[in-house]
């Protein structure tokens, strides 16, 4: 008697996930990019992480064998999905604390710029005065004191426009 040759017992294995799995951590990915890098857009990549948690959920929660081999990838969006509302969170809270702090301060930044721009224009005017005194003097002591130049005439006569103009 002769016996049929043995064949190996091979189960099939499950082949793929479901495709909540791979939802879930798709979502995730593209929640932390556009969280991370994409540091403009928080509220979208918070809620494409609040669907990444919820898909994520759902898959980890299914019992198919095609679900069952799907587990990683739902867990994975699921903490992407995670870390990606916290940090959206934390980006739009920052944010918000940072327009707030500016908004309290700016006036009062906007009026010591403002009294330091009045400061250097004061002391701008007085170099200058001093530089056309001193130009003067010069002049003085090499020419007659009657005599002025056509330019220092014009020069003196911007300068009282700019005085009477402040006055």
């Not at 198919?64 to 959206?88: D, E, F, H, N």
């Not at 809270?93 to 707030?100: C, D, E, I, K």
């Not at 403002?114 to 020419?143: G, V």
Request: glycine fraction near 8%; aromatic fraction near 4%; hydrophobic fraction near 45%.
């Amino acid at each position: 008697m002769t016996q049929p040759p043995m064949t190996p017992n091979y189960q099939m294995q499950p082949q793929g996930s479901s495709g909540l799995s791979t939802a879930s951590f798709v979502l995730g990915i593209i929640a932390i990019v556009l969280t991370i890098i994409l540091f403009c857009v928080p509220y979208l990549g918070g809620l494409l992480g609040v669907v990444a948690v919820i898909l994520g959920a759902i898959a980890m929660s299914q019992t198919t064998p095609a679900a069952a081999a799907g587990k990683g990838k739902a867990k994975t969006g699921l903490i992407l999905g995670i870390i990606s509302i916290v940090l959206a969170g934390s980006i739009v809270v920052a944010a918000h604390a940072g327009l707030n702090f500016l908004k309290k301060n700016a006036p009062q930044w906007q009026k010591q710029m403002q009294e330091k721009a009045d400061e250097m224009k004061k002391q701008a005017e007085d170099a200058q005065k001093k530089a056309i005194e001193d130009q003067q003097k010069m002049q003085n002591q090499t020419q007659p004191s009657s005599s002025l130049l056509r330019h220092d005439r014009v020069r003196l006569a911007y300068e009282q426009c700019i005085r009477q103009s402040h006055a």
